[in-house]
Structure formats: C-alpha cells, structure tokens
C-alpha cells in the first residue's frame, strides 16, 4: 500500500487552485495566440490581443486572469494500491477554502435557493474514479459561469443520428452568442446516461487542445464541427469573426437502445485546467 | 486600425449620441458597479417608493463581481460578467436617467428599446480580460450592500477604461452587425 496525507492533498489543492486562476495552460494560450495571427476582424483582433496582454499580466502579477475564479471542479484518481489517512473530500475541500482565501480568488458558491454565499467557494465539485496503480492524480478546472449558463443537455431519438448531434451542438453555441465569452471550447458527450453525457461533456474540456481524438471518428466529428461552428461568424467575444471556438472536444460512451443522449458543456477563452500527481 | 474615441463619465445626451455601434471607446471617470444582488435591492427600493443609494442621472452602470484586492491594491481582477442577467431591472434604471452600461454578451428587447427612446449606451468590456482592465481603476470606494461582498455597489473612478459600443441610440447592434459580416452559410 501506498500510504498518502490527506495533509498533503490539501496543500496541493491549495496551490492548484492559485495557479490554475492566475497561470494559464500553454495549450491554451496557444491557440488563442494562433487565432490572432489568423484572425480577419479588426475588433477580433482588438479581443485577442486584449485577452492576451491580460493573460500575460495575470501571469507575471500572480493576478487571477479573470474575476470569475469559478466553482471548483475536480476529477480524481485515486490508485487502488493508495491508502488515505483521513478523508479526500475533507481534504480537497479545506485546499480549496485555503486556496481562495489566501489566494484573494472570488468566493462564487452560493445556496441554490437562498443565494447565501458559502463565503470559501466550497463545496467543491469532485468526480473520482479507481484506476490501477499507487498514485493519485488530481486534475482541477474551475469554472465560471459565463460559459457554463450556457451549456445544454438533450435526449435526442437515435434516429436524429449524427446529423442531429450536429445540429443540437451548433444551434447552442449559435444561441450562446458572446454571452460564454467566446473564442471557446465546446465539450461535447454523446451518449451513456442522462447525467453521464453531462460528464464526458465536462471531462473532455480537460484534455489539451492541439491534442488529437484517439478515436478517428470522433476526431472527424471533431473537425466537421469546428468548421461549422466558426462559420457561424460570431467571433471573438460575439462581435464577428472567424475565431469563435478554438476547439470541439468529443467523447462518446455507449447507451440504452432506445437513447441518445448528447450534452454541450461550453468552456469560456479562460480554459483553466491543472493537475497535480501525488 | 481605427484609433479609440475617449469619452467622460458620468454621460450626457449629446456624448451618447455621438456613440455608434462598433466604435472603441476609452473612458474616464466615474463608474459604478451592480450586479444580480444589487440590482434586485435597487429595484426593491423603487418599489417600495424610496430613494436609491445613488443618484443614477446620465451615470454608468459596470457589470462587475471583482476579487478582492490585496493589501496596498485599489481592486482585485474586474473584467465584466454577463449583461443579460440583469435585462429584467435595467430598464426601470434607464427609465430614471442611467446613460450607459457595460458589461458582456446581448441585452433583451426591453433594453434596446429603453436605450433606443431614452438616450442610453451598451458597452461591451472584453471577458475575461480582468487583470488588464483592473489598471484602468485608479479608486474604488463601496457605498453600498457591503454585505453582498463583490456585488457590493463601489464607485470606480476610472481612466481610459477600454470597452467597445454595442447598441446605440440608433438602433445599431454590434452583435448583429458583425456576426452578418462573418457568418457563411454552408
């Protein structure tokens, strides 16, 4: 057995929660840089060069990127050798009350009813899994509500098929507008169950753009999905132009005969993810 | 590429008119700031018949939830969060003489048709670009809602705040506009 802290995740958590608001991934701020370059629009090019001047500030200040630090989100692995001396929950939740304190990072989770603010951003957001192995993987991404309000879930007929995936997925980001402040990524689940589409939809914005589909069909629907959605010429935060999404990102899983479940799960210019493995 | 227009706050009606959709605009003056919270107190005061915490003639409203500042900072991270939530309140604001709001994404039908007979403004700040457009704010003071923390309505003075014109007095519609001049029909 592999014997782990849960001190230790809590620092970890801590730490994750600062960079991932105030350093962005380079896969993301490559692809907006790459955007740019190609962008046509002149207040296109105006957002992007705007986006990352600030991405860099935030960077060199130690500044969160954006006010909207998010709700915290993670997605766990935990090895099936680990052995915990306390409880993970406990432990990620009190990373992320350390982290957004003393992190100056927005307190944004509220009750859902009252809208009483928990005043430290928990409780987190935990998905785990067990996998093989003596490690623990933590991956974060907070996220803001611009993007996420805009985010969808159907049950189509399986006879709506691919074509009908297609449509759903263009006609919510066509209908998000600016509102999700575009350049974006679109995560996309097909399939699975009711919650399980809303899942993949979200996992799938953590892996890194640039990085291909495993599967060669997806990673078609990928491209044809992409091109659709930047000819809809929304553009850099909705005020037109050719960058309206830096990536579609899909993951499938198979589903009840009678369903086909597909979930839209839009991430704003700000794709913070991280991960940290202990 | 076309260089910014400068303009100062608060607004009058011959400065909003000049305002078209698509210009760049830097401003300077004051500002202040309201969200969902804030805006629902306001509106609860004007229901009950009372006076508001401020005068909103010819001001402009920012749409903003900022971090908190650090010791020795004037504001933490404040780049603009989405306009449409507040469409149900703004009109009765604009109905009372606000002149401009900023924030990010469409405003509903009420709104364009208050700015529209009102002589008001929409302007669009870049999302997500909060450390940068946190330098344009030189002073922020809360006078308002302490209790809603970063809903708190604060008075921002500002200098060359940069935002872009979305709906003007004349109907113009950035959203539309661009999005028209973008889209290809495949």
Known sequence: ?????????????????????????????????????????????????????????????????????????????????????????????????QGYKEGYLRKSVCHPLKRLNTGDNTPAIIHTSIVEGGKLKIKIAPKGAGSENMSRLKMLKPAEGIEGIKGFVVETIKDAGGNPCPPIVVGVGI????????????KSLLRAIGTPNPDADLNKLEGELLDQINNLGIGPMGFGGRTTALAVHVEAHPCHIASLPVAVNIQCHAGRHKEVVI | MSEP????????????????????ILITGVMYTARDAAHKRLIELLDAGKELPVDLKGQIIYYVGPTPER???????????????????????????????????????????????????????????????????????????????????????????????????YGGDLFLQGVEKYRRVS
């Open chain 2, 5 to 24: 227009v400068r303009i100062s706050a608060p607004l009058t009606d011959a400065a909003v008119e000049k305002l078209k959709a698509g210009d760049k």
């Open chain 2, 71 to 169: 010791p020795g900072q004037v504001i933490g991270s404040a780049g603009p969060t989405t306009s449409g939530r507040m469409d149900a309140y703004t009109p009765r604001l604009i109905e009372l003489g606000l002149k401009g709001m900023v924030g990010k994404g469409a405003r509903g039908k009420e709104v364009l048709d208050a700015i529209k007979k009102h002589k008001a403004v929409y302007m669009a700040a870049v999302g997500g670009a909060a450390a940068l457009i946190r330098r344009s704010i030189k002073k922020a003071e809360i006078i308002a809602y302490e209790d809603l923390g970063p809903e708190a309505i604060r008075r921002l003075e500002v200098v060359d705040f940069p935002a872009i014109v979305v709906n003007d007095v």
């Open chain 1, 191 to 202: 399939g699975g169950s009711f919650e399980m589409c809303a899942i993949l939809a979200k």
């Open chain 1, 1 to 97: 057995m592999k014997q782990i802290a849960v001190k230790d995740i809590t620092q970890k958590v801590r730490d994750l929660c600062i960079s991932a608001a105030c350093n962005l991934e380079p896969d993301v701020a490559n692809a907006i840089k790459a955007a740019f370059r190609k962008e046509e629009s002149e207040l296109g090019r105006e957002v992007l060069g705007q986006i990352i001047e600030n991405f860099e500030i935030a960077d060199t200040e130690s500044l969160p990127m954006c006010q909207d630090t998010g709700i915290s989100v993670f997605f766990v692995e935990v090895g099936r050798e680990v052995s915990l001396d306390g409880s993970l929950v406990d432990a990620i939740n009190e990373g992320v009350r």
